[in-house]
Nanobody
Framework: QVQLVESGGDLVQAGGSLRLSCAAS????????MGWYRQAPGKQRELVAS???????NYADPVKGRFTISRDNAKNMVYLQMNSLKPEDTAHYYC???????????WGPGTQVTVSP
């Protein structure tokens, strides 16, 4: 069983920065993609950024140039560095892991990011 635990969410002012972390544990397939999704009240969950075990990254257009995703395969960690935060970045941020071989997806409980004007 794979478990994901996020941390780093907080209340910050617009223009500030935060770094989210996600720790994955359990029997994890080495070929996978880890990512961050977010969900604001009344909106659908959306992809923020993802990174494969080979290091390929993908970003949603609203965060390009402001957010950076990275991972430490040895520690089974994924990070999201968020700079120049905007009030519209306010959401609950979820860590996601997709195992390519069997197509199984896991979610963490999430961490709240609130950006004040």
């Amino acid at each position: 069983q794979v478990q994901l635990v996020e941390s780093g969410g907080d209340l910050v002012q617009a223009g500030g920065s935060l770094r989210l972390s996600c720790a994955a544990s359990g029997n994890i397939d080495s070929r996978n993609r880890m990512g961050w999704y977010r969900q604001a009240p009344g909106k659908q969950r959306e992809l923020v950024a993802s990174i494969t075990s080979d290091g390929f990254t993908n970003y949603a257009d609203p965060v390009k140039g402001r957010f950076t995703i990275s991972r430490d395969n040895a520690k089974n960690m994924v990070y999201l560095q968020m700079n120049s935060l905007k009030p519209e970045d306010t959401a609950h941020y979820y860590c996601n892991l997709l195992e390519f071989r069997i197509g199984r997806t896991y979610w963490g409980p999430g961490t709240q990011v609130t950006v004040s004007p």
